[in-house]
């Protein structure tokens, strides 16, 4: 296949694989690839797609064949992902070409909508009726004692909890709403990176203890320059990338935060033992609400609004949010955010804003110059 070729089915939007007369994978464009893990040289990842080569190859089919077909990702609580499929001869030689449309993300808010209605029943609706009753429970007990202190205690714990993943939800379906209506983030509270990371990850301890995790603040490399933003959008982002760092890692395991200074960036860094979630998932759990997958161990899968408000919020404040699955299972989510620099426009600054602006530029400007002479001299 010559490189014009190639780079013409890579623009293709829709998924193509061309098949060799083995049943195995010769080409896979990058369409496909974000949607599967095709591996060239092995069979069709996709039992019902690779029975259908299969049939294909034994003469039983006749070509052109179009049909269509589910793909459950693997964790996935959401409707399916329903695709349609194409085999076709190839123009050349007797091989396959298979091609694949997502129809689902091709009708993205019928599926929204429909995941909406499914998944709050299932996030919401039970959990406030669940938590309505054990409140009750718990005034009456509290009122007329019928348990010990220590029972009590565990009890109001266990009804802590479950009111915080409530109210994260309810927050985050609040969030979507306000940005999705326009609602501008002009925030201009100077962040004091050091303090503001150990107490956003403090209001995870419980949830964190309850998993009988550990969440790990790494001590920063140098001294980290100050942001400008919204303490109240950028802790709601940090605090779904920590909340979904606890969700989808396993009991016992650590979690690390840690921050660094890059430029006229700075660097969050959040590291988790992760369940291992296949890309065009893992992408998806980013990009659109409604549409995440679900922890192993995870009963209440969550409204999936949290990463994708998490990166909208990052990203309205001049930043980019990315997740990393790496080889070994750890999962990394990043965010980067603009450093010494005010996110409102220059008409909306007085004079002691600029001033404060000034003096962390030039603290970090002072920082890089030591850095650069200790550098030097050794």
């Given at each position: 296949m010559t490189p014009s070729i190639i780079d013409l089915f890579n623009r293709l939007t829709d998924g193509l694989a061309v098949i060799a007369t083995d049943g195995a994978v010769r080409f896979a464009n990058e369409g496909i690839r974000k949607l599967m893990p095709i591996v060239l040289g092995e069979t069709f990842p996709h039992a019902s797609i690779a029975a259908s080569i299969d049939q294909a190859y034994a003469g039983h089919l006749n070509l052109p064949h179009r049909f269509e077909t589910d793909f459950v990702f693997d964790h996935h609580v959401a409707t399916p992902d329903r695709l349609?499929?194409?085999?076709?001869?190839?123009?050349?030689?007797?091989?396959?070409v298979v091609v694949v449309r997502n129809l689902t993300e091709s009708s993205l808010y019928e599926t929204t909508i429909a995941n909406l209605s499914a998944l709050i029943d299932n996030a919401l609706a039970a959990p406030l009726?669940?938590?309505?009753?054990?409140?009750?429970?718990?005034?009456?007990d509290t009122s007329e004692p019928t348990l010990g202190p220590i029972a009590l205690l565990a009890r109001r714990e266990r009804l802590v909890l479950q009111g915080l993943d409530i109210t994260r939800q309810l927050k985050a379906l609040a969030g979507i709403a306000q940005l999705s209506a326009g609602r501008p983030i002009l925030g201009e509270d100077r962040i004091i990176l050091e303090s503001w990371l150990d107490e956003t990850l403090s209001r995870h301890d419980a949830k964190a203890?309850?998993?009988?995790?550990?969440?790990?603040?790494?001590?920063?490399?140098?001294l980290l320059p100050t942001v400008y933003g919204s303490t109240y959008w950028?802790?709601?982002a940090?605090?779904?990338?920590?909340?979904n760092a606890i969700c989808h890692s396993g009991h016992g395991t650590?979690?690390?935060?840690?921050a660094c200074g890059i430029g006229n960036y700075v660097r969050i860094t959040l590291r988790n033992q992760?369940?291992?979630?296949?890309?065009?998932?893992?992408?998806?759990?980013?990009a659109n609400p409604?549409?995440?997958?679900?922890?192993?161990?995870?009963?209440?899968?969550?409204?999936g609004l949290g990463l994708p408000l998490a990166r909208k919020v990052v990203e309205l404040h001049g930043g980019r949010l990315v997740l990393e699955q790496e080889l070994d299972g750890f999962v990394t989510c990043i965010i980067e955010l603009p450093a010494g620099t005010s996110p409102l426009p220059s008409q909306d600054m007085n004079v002691a804003q600029a001033q404060r602006y000034a003096n962390d530029l030039v603290r970090l400007l002072s920082d890089r110059n030591t850095a650069a002479a200790e550098r030097a001299s050794s």
């Open positions: 349609e499929v194409h085999l076709v001869r190839s123009p050349a030689g007797n091989d396959l009726v669940q938590f309505s009753e054990q409140l009750s429970d718990l005034v009456a203890k309850s998993r009988s995790q550990r969440l790990l603040l790494q001590s920063a490399t140098g950028l802790g709601m940090l605090d779904a990338c920590i909340d650590d979690i690390a935060l840690s992760g369940y291992g979630l296949q890309p065009a998932l893992l992408r998806r759990r980013l409604l549409m995440r997958g679900k922890a192993a161990s995870d009963e209440r899968p969550g409204l």
